[in-house]
């Protein structure tokens, strides 16, 4: 590992534990503990990480993700995790969390704290006005200011948009017609694109305050490589490569065949990305997703064994 260093982003698919599906766990565990191993990273990047109560009315913790990482390397890595917005515990389903080798100077969720929730009132029908719907992030964005052994720190964020899928419209009469599919999907793009914005606006704040910031976006993006949200994250166009401010996406440095992380019905998507400042990407020595066997999310039996998508891992050199 000598003048070098792995970063790895995975979405690990909705990690859960009860007792009553410890066989099942152990299962996922066969499957997932390998997968970690091999990605042998220094900083790992984790989505849809939830958390448990061991006993009724416990307060929740992370009970799966010990039991996951116990008796591995990242069991002694220092950890920055989500909580619920407005609370001081994880949610029960779709925490994030950072695990690193070295100490974690800074960690903090941003959840509005840039970009502010915002109301939107869908258009009369019939001369009925629609109910008025607070736009509000699903869930938060993870910062963490990681000391690398050698020069300036690695300033990580680990993020999980919203997925596409309809936003439910309260109080909406006809739940399950068409117009409120297109009016909860084009909600569905404001969340995931204003939360891309809070993202970016705070990477804006990191470059303020240093000339060459080390910087990795991480995380499932929940978009195709160049769909807004990631062009959002960019913070210029794609043809203008000397952007000072502009980051890059590694995963394009994966060969074609094999730039995917998920599968859709036969479709290949690279949905989880590390984006990278120019600093940091000049670097990144080596891009790899572990996508080998991966199912398809379409016809993926249940339960699930491992996770649906594909873990990305990029080397640098420091």
Not at 92 to 113: C, F, G, T, V
Not at 190 to 214: H, I, Y
Request: proline content about 7%; aromatic content about 8%.
């Amino acid at each position: 590992m000598t003048g070098r260093f792995r970063l790895a982003t995975f979405n690990i698919e909705n990690l859960d534990w009860s007792p009553r599906t410890q066989q099942e766990f152990e299962r996922r565990l066969a499957v997932l503990r390998p997968q970690l191993a091999a990605l042998d990273a220094d900083i790992l990047c984790l989505q849809e990480v939830d958390a448990q109560r061991e006993a009724a009315h416990a307060p929740r913790r992370f009970v799966a993700l010990d039991r996951l990482v116990e008796g591995a390397a990242f069991e002694r890595f220092f950890r920055a995790t989500t909580v619920r917005p407005g609370g001081d515990a994880p949610a029960d389903i779709h925490n994030l969390a950072i695990l690193s080798r070295w100490p974690i100077l800074e960690r903090r969720q941003l959840h509005h704290d840039i970009v502010a929730p915002w109301r939107w009132t869908p258009p009369a029908e019939k001369g009925v006005s629609g109910r008025a719907v607070e736009v509000v992030f699903d869930r938060p964005i993870l910062y963490a200011r990681i000391a690398l052994p050698e020069g300036a720190p690695l300033h990580v964020l680990d993020l999980h948009l919203r997925a596409p899928r309809a936003v439910p419209l309260p109080g909406e009469p006809h739940p399950n017609s068409s117009r409120a599919f297109a009016e909860g999907q084009w909600l569905a793009a404001q969340k995931r694109e204003g939360q891309a914005l809070e993202a970016r606006l705070f990477v804006e704040r990191l470059f303020d305050e240093e000339s060459e910031p080390l910087i990795a976006v991480c995380g499932d993006f929940n978009c195709d490589a160049y769909d807004a949200p990631a062009r959002i994250l960019w913070g210029a166009d794609e043809q203008d490569a000397l952007a000072p401010r502009r980051l890059v996406a590694l995963g394009s440095r994966v060969e074609e065949r094999a730039r995917f992380t998920v599968i859709h019905a036969g479709r290949h998507t690279l949905v989880d990305q590390i984006l990278a400042s120019a600093a940091l990407a000049a670097r990144c020595e080596a891009v790899a997703i572990m996508n080998e066997g991966l199912a398809d999310e379409a016809t993926a039996p249940d339960p699930i064994l491992g996770s649906l998508h594909a873990p990305l891992v990029a080397s640098f050199r420091f």
